[in-house]
C-alpha cells in the first residue's frame, strides 16, 4: 500500500506511542468511510508539544494557548449548507498525490485530555487524527447539523479502528 500521512515527529514521546501507524491507520479508516480511494492523497502531521502549538494557534487562530490538534485544509471543501456533505476532493497521481491539508497535535494536552475523560492515550489521539482528517476533507461542527455529520462519520471511521465511541 502507498504511504498517505508523511509524518514529523518534533517530540519523542510521539514515538513511543507509534503515532506514525496511528496516523496512517486513523487516515485510511476516514477515506474508506467516506468511500474515497485509499490511494493518490497525502496529508502532512507534525507531532509537536504544547509549546509549539500554542505558537501555531497564535498565529493562525488569534488564540495564543495550547490545543490538542489544529488542521489546515489545502483548500475549503465545506458544505454550503447545514448537514450538507463536503466537496469530495479527486485523487491526484500515484506520483503526484492531491495534498488534503496539514494537521499538528500535542502531546501534553491530549495526555491531559485521555487522563480527564479516563480513555487510553490511544484511543484519544485516534479520535483526535480522524477528526483532523475530517476537517481536511472539509467536515466542521460550527453549525448543529454539520456537527452531527461530523460526528457520525467519526464515530464509524474509530469503529473500524475498534475505537470506542468518544461521545457516548
Not at 501534553?108 to 485530555?113: I, K, P, S, Y
Not at 476533507?137 to 464509524?156: C, K, N, Q, T
Request: proline share 7%; hydrophobic share 45%.
Amino acid at each position: 500500500m502507498v504511504q498517505l500521512v508523511e509524518t514529523l515527529i518534533e517530540d519523542a514521546r510521539w514515538r513511543a506511542l507509534g503515532l506514525e501507524d496511528l496516523a496512517e491507520k486513523a487516515a485510511w479508516a476516514v477515506l474508506s468511510e467516506l468511500g474515497l480511494p485509499l490511494e493518490g492523497f497525502e496529508i502532512s502531521i507534525l507531532a509537536c508539544n504544547d509549546g509549539r502549538i500554542a505558537v501555531l494557534n497564535a498565529d493562525f487562530r488569534g488564540k495564543p494557548q495550547p490545543t490538542n490538534v489544529l488542521s489546515w485544509p489545502s483548500m475549503e471543501r465545506g458544505a454550503k449548507t447545514d448537514g450538507g456533505a463536503p466537496e469530495r476532493p479527486q485523487p491526484g497521481l500515484p506520483d503526484l498525490p492531491e495534498d488534503l491539508g496539514d494537521i499538528a497535535i500535542a502531546w501534553e494536552t491530549c495526555e491531559r485530555e485521555a487522563d480527564a475523560q479516563g480513555k487510553p492515550m490511544k484511543d484519544h489521539v485516534a479520535h483526535l487524527l480522524v477528526h483532523g482528517v475530517l476537517h481536511l476533507l472539509g467536515y466542521d461542527h460550527i453549525r448543529g447539523l454539520d456537527a452531527a455529520l461530523m460526528e457520525a462519520s467519526e464515530v464509524r471511521a474509530l469503529a473500524r479502528l475498534a475505537v470506542p465511541d468518544p461521545y457516548a
